[in-house]
C-alpha cells in the first residue's frame, strides 16, 4: 500500500497554498483536488479584494495559477476526492473514489464549505451573474443598484446590512413571518431606511437575459391569499448558511455543532496529532480566500514543525 509522508486534502487557496509551502520545505506533499478542483472561486467571475492584483483577477485564473505555482515547486496532483478516512492512529488510513487507498504521516485537511442554495434551476444558472453567496465577495459590483438577500437568521442580516452600504436598495426575503436574527442584528436591519423585509416570501425564479434582472416571487405560500409577482433587481444573494465539507473526518476529528472542524486558538491544530486543518471547512466566520490562503500556510509551517520532531 501506498505511503504519503505529507498529505493535502482538498484544493481552493488554503489547498494550493499549503501545497507551495509544503513543496519548498522539501515535505514532497502529495494533493488530492476533490469533487471540484480549485474550489468554489473557479465559479466566481472577478475577484477585486485579492492582494496583488490592482485590476482584479478572474477566479478561475487565480486558482489556475496557485495550481501552476504549486506544481512548479513539485506538489503530486490528484483528481480524486476522499470517500472514507480511519484517523484513529497513525499512520492513517484513507480511501478515495479512484480506488485508491493509502496512509500518511501527517494531513492537512482544505476541503472547504459548500454554500446551501435554494435548488432553483435558474440559481444555479445565473451564478456568477447576478448570483452570489458572499456579499463581500461580490457586494462591490453593485454600487448604486438593487439587491436582494434570502435567508432570516444573523448571517442574512448581516449581508444585507453590509450590501445597503453599496446598494440603492436591499431586500431581505424571509420565509417566515419573522426573523430568526438576534435583536441587535434586527435592530440594525429595521434602523436601515435602504433595506425593506419581505417577510412569508419565497423565491420561484430567477429572470434575466444573460443576468439576473428580476425574481418571482410567492407570498404566503399555499395559502388562501397567497400572490405572485416580480422584483426587479440586479443582484440575488443567498445568506440561508453553509455546510463544511467534513463528514469524511468528522468521526476522528472535533468539530462544532453545524460540523466546522475545531483547531486550537488560531491555529491549525486539530484533536488528531499530525492533521491540520485550513480553510473554510475550519472557517465559520470569515469564508474569503485570502484567509484561507493564509490558513493553508499556517497547516503547512506545523506540519513541517510535526514531521521534523517525528523519530527518525
Known amino acids: 500500500m501506498e505511503h504519503v509522508r505529507l498529505l493535502i486534502i482538498g484544493s481552493g487557496p488554503a489547498g494550493y497554498t499549503a501545497a507551495i509551502y509544503a513543496c519548498r520545505a522539501g515535505l514532497q506533499p502529495v494533493l488530492y483536488e476533490g469533487l471540484q478542483p480549485g474550489g468554489q472561486l473557479t465559479q ?25 505555482q504549486a506544481e512548479q515547486f513539485g ?53 456568477g451573474s447576478g448570483v452570489s453567496a458572499c456579499a463581500t465577495c461580490d457586494g462591490f459590483f453593485y454600487r448604486g443598484k438593487v ?14 446590512s453590509y450590501l445597503a452600504g453599496l446598494a440603492s436598495k436591499v431586500y431581505l426575503i424571509v420565509r417566515k413571518p419573522y426573523l430568526r436574527a438576534s435583536r441587535a442584528m434586527q435592530e440594525r436591519i429595521s434602523g436601515n431606511p435602504k433595506i425593506e423585509v419581505l417577510f ?7 429572470v434575466g437575459e444573460g443576468h439576473v434582472q428580476s425574481v418571482r416571487l410567492v407570498r404566503r405560500r399555499g395559502e388562501a391569499d397567497e400572490s405572485h409577482y416580480s422584483l426587479p433587481l440586479d443582484g440575488f444573494f443567498l445568506a440561508i448558511g453553509h455546510t463544511p465539507n467534513s463528514g469524511v473526518f468528522s468521526p476522528w476529528v472535533k468539530t462544532d455543532a453545524e460540523g466546522y472542524i475545531l483547531t486550537e ?48
Not at 303 to 308: K, S
Request: proline content about 5%; aromatic content about 8%.
Open 75 to 127: 506538489c503530486q496532483m490528484r483528481p480524486a476526492a476522499c470517500v472514507r478516512s480511519d484517523l484513529s492512529q497513525a499512520p492513517y488510513h484513507l480511501w478515495f473514489d479512484d480506488e485508491t487507498e493509502l496512509t500518511a504521516t501527517s494531513i492537512i485537511i482544505a476541503t472547504g464549505a459548500s454554500a446551501r442554495y435554494l435548488g432553483l434551476e435558474s440559481e444555479r444558472r445565473y451564478l
Open 147 to 160: 439587491v436582494a438577500v434570502v435567508g432570516g437568521g444573523d448571517t442574512a442580516c448581516e449581508e444585507a
Open 200 to 206: 412569508e416570501h419565497n423565491t420561484e425564479e430567477l
Open 265 to 312: 486558538g488560531s491555529g491549525p491544530l486539530t484533536s488528531v496529532p499530525g492533521v491540520f486543518a485550513a480553510g473554510d471547512v475550519a472557517d465559520p466566520h470569515y469564508r474569503q480566500a485570502v484567509v484561507a490562503a493564509g490558513s493553508g500556510a499556517k497547516a503547512a509551517i506545523e506540519a513541517e514543525r510535526y514531521l521534523a520532531a517525528l523519530p527518525g
Open 44 to 68: 466566481t467571475t472577478r475577484i477585486d479584494n485579492f492582494p496583488g492584483f490592482p485590476s482584479g483577477v478572474e477566479g478561475f485564473d487565480l486558482m489556475d495559477s496557485m495550481r501552476q
